[in-house]
């Protein structure tokens, strides 16, 4: 089955330390983006990337990084320069930036800072 | 910037009756994409339905209809024969037709809450 797959679900972390959550898709799409769920703000975006070796900031970069080193795989990296970084974070894809754009979720990944 | 309105956090509606969520946004733009996602307990953002700003007919998906007035910039939502499954949050979405940085990106309603009584 195509999709995509998050990992983990669920993660703690002490402050001060970074982590890394996973995103993988094998929908051969070429846009993919990580967004930000925080309850009463709706969905905020942090990265994106239309293409491999290609990302941009989203409107809530700042504390995170990102590669896109292949296609499949858009990791990324909750810094401890984020000030707050417990929250819920949803992986996306889409067949290309362009067209009617509609998104492709995964099933999220929960951060809490302890 | 481009901004999405919710302003209904919570509705609630019996199961078999129908219910409108209310949408509105703001651009400058005449080429753009509007989008209704539905978020179930499990967290998994699903698309319920899409419509695209050129087109003057209202997209309909089954049980799911929108209300698309683009000079009021208003984009509401109606579920039809509501069913306990149609309870969750759901999210208003705009997407940019043009070109340029801003391809490809959604910006985000709030999210309004929806509970189904039976």
């Known amino acids: 089955d195509g999709g995509i797959t998050q990992s983990p679900k669920y993660l703690f972390r002490k402050e001060g330390q970074n982590v890394t959550l996973s995103c993988e898709q094998n929908l051969n799409h070429d846009a993919m983006y990580w967004y930000r769920q925080d309850p009463g703000q709706g969905l905020r975006l942090i990265y994106y990337?239309?293409?491999?070796?290609?990302?941009q900031k989203g409107d809530i970069a700042e504390g995170y990084s990102v590669s896109r080193e292949k296609k499949e795989s858009f990791p990324l990296t909750v810094t401890s320069a984020q000030k707050n970084p417990t929250a819920f974070y949803l992986c996306a894809s889409s067949k290309d930036a362009g067209g009617t754009g509609e998104l492709f979720f995964g099933e999220g990944s929960r951060l809490t800072v302890l | 910037a481009q901004t999405v309105t919710q302003s209904q956090p919570e509705m609630s509606v019996q199961e078999a009756e129908t219910v409108t969520l209310s949408c509105t946004y703001d651009?400058?733009?005449?080429?753009?994409?509007l989008f209704w996602y539905k978020q179930p307990p499990s967290r998994q953002m699903i698309l319920v339905i899409r419509q695209e700003a050129y087109k003057q007919q209202n997209a309909t998906e089954n049980r799911f209809s929108v209300n698309f007035q683009k000079a009021a910039k208003s984009f509401s939502l109606k579920i039809s024969d509501s069913q306990l499954g149609d309870a969750a949050m759901y999210f208003c979405?705009?997407?940019?037709?043009?070109?340029?940085?801003?391809?490809?990106?959604?910006?985000f309603g709030q999210g309004t809450i929806l509970t189904v009584h039976p």
């Open positions: 990337s239309q293409i491999v070796n290609d990302f």
């Open positions: 651009t400058s733009e005449s080429d753009y994409y």
């Open positions: 979405a705009y997407r940019s037709g043009a070109g340029g940085t801003s391809y490809g990106k959604l910006t």
